[in-house]
Nanobody, 126 residues
């Protein structure tokens, strides 16, 4: 079973920074990409960022582009999300997800991801 465990969430003021980390454990698994999604209270889960595992190519939603940076450490089997210039609208539960294969859904679609973590809360105070 694949296990994804997020860490690094917390409370921060507007303009502050947080760094989320996702550790992949359990049985070894192939992956095409890793992604971060978020879900604010009462809203749908939305795409934040993704990284192709083999090439390191990154993708971002328009709402976080220029403020967030996704990266991966292949040796440690982890993926990070550096979040700068945080805004109150970034408040949400952030989820790490693994996409094992390239498919028709693309990197920003929830349906294309096979494994999910439990999430970590990020709260940005105004």
């Amino acid at each position: 079973q694949v296990q994804l465990v997020e860490s690094g969430g917390g409370l921060v003021q507007t303009g502050g920074s947080l760094r989320l980390s996702c550790a992949a454990g359990g049985r070894p698994f192939s992956r095409y990409a890793m992604g971060w999604f978020r879900q604010a209270s009462g809203k749908e889960r939305e795409f934040v960022a993704a990284i192709r595992w083999s090439t390191g190519i990154t993708y971002y939603s328009d709402s976080v582009k220029g403020r967030f940076t996704i990266s991966r450490d292949i040796a440690k089997n982890t993926v990070q999300l550096q979040m700068n210039s945080l805004k109150p609208e970034d408040t949400a539960v952030y989820y790490c997800a693994a996409k094992r294969y390239s498919d028709i859904y693309g990197l920003s679609a929830r349906n294309g991801y096979n494994d999910w973590g439990q999430g970590t809360q990020v709260t940005v105070s105004s």
